[in-house]
């Protein structure tokens, strides 16, 4: 990545999702995405692995996500940490970028082959931030669920703050989901299913 | 599926899982499978659109999970009705099977191209309970979430089960698994964050 190439990667980044939403995923070629950008193709394969691989900068957020829980101050608890994590990603990463990373999600949507990098995305990224909560001394079982519960957030959320109609930042749709969450998981005070689940259950 | 092939997908399941293990997953080939099973590729391709396919017997959980959903009786509450559903998938499916359940759990491990189609029945079983919750009157944010919540507590919890030394049911596991949720989660009175994470968010 040397200086002849400034934001080598930006600009393959841009060049792509042009092409992508001009003449369909299918029909771009990784040539075209280069030519566009002014870049050489052995350029584009130092940056990327293949052509769906543009639309997740790499690894990017698997490599922030790490960096985050890095940083994160001991004390903090599991779901602290996630809930912190994520406000810096939402306003780093994503506020100021609605209509491009809406242009994305809706590539994405269309194309089976992009749902399933999706999909393994989100279990790549599950398992970057487990084994470092499990490192900061959470257990096993927690990790894993609250690993999964900062990925069910950020996908969610992604997806109100994109529909909206209104302006707010995507870190208040993060909010909103974990308080909704706690709400749906309120019901008890002992934490079991509670009586009023169990006697409706009774029936089901 | 006529009276000639009594049980026909059960046995291309079991020739199949016997197959992976003994010699890989790449090396196995569906006419192998079929022959193991005494049966042919046209009956194979009835069943399953291909070789990963035969591992999550075709559309199984997804079928079960929307009959489940279509059954809860309209009263119960989102998290009720799949906390429910996840009990009733436990006892009817999993219970008793553990030792095949974990044998297919280290395929889909060992093989990246299971593990990307293992995500993607993921995504799909979100699919399949998201817009459920939503016909039965949730608000499509909180269905987004509690279909989310099922499939992540179904997966962490088959986890914890797969790796225990104890005989308690899956079941147990998925209790265990809300429980925890409502224990991270459980940290403020108000539903926001909190102010001791507030305060601890403020050096990080």
Redesign the interface.
């Known amino acids: 990545m040397g200086r002849w190439e400034p934001d080598a990667r930006g600009r393959l980044e841009r060049a792509a999702l042009e092409l992508f939403v001009e003449q369909g995923f299918s029909a771009t070629t990784v040539p075209q995405i280069t030519a566009r950008a002014g870049l050489t193709t052995r350029t584009f394969f130092r940056h990327f692995a293949d052509k769906r691989e543009v639309l997740y900068a790499g690894d990017e957020v698997a490599a922030r996500a790490r960096r985050l829980l890095e940083?994160?101050?001991p004390?903090?608890?599991?779901?602290?940490v996630v809930?912190?994590g994520l406000q810096r990603v939402a306003a780093e990463r994503f506020d100021g970028r609605r209509d491009e990373v809406r242009q994305r999600r809706d590539l994405v949507r269309a194309e089976a082959t992009l749902?399933?990098?999706?999909?393994?995305k989100?279990?790549d990224l599950v398992g970057v931030i487990r084994p470092a909560l499990e490192a900061r001394g959470t257990d096993a079982?927690?990790a894993?669920?609250?690993a999964?519960?900062a990925v069910?957030v950020l996908?969610?959320a992604l997806?109100?703050w994109l529909d909206a109609p209104d302006e707010r930042p995507l870190g208040a749709y993060m909010?909103?989901?974990?308080?909704?969450?706690?709400?749906?998981?309120?019901?008890?005070a002992d934490?079991?299913?509670g009586p009023r689940?169990q006697e409706?259950?009774a029936?089901?």
């Open positions: 940083e994160a101050p004390g903090l608890d599991a779901v602290a809930e912190q749902r399933e990098r999706d999909a393994q989100r279990a079982v927690e894993a669920l609250v999964e519960l069910v996908h969610v997806d109100a909010t909103d989901c974990f308080r909704r969450l706690r709400g749906v998981l309120d019901d008890p934490g079991s299913a689940v409706q259950a029936r089901f």
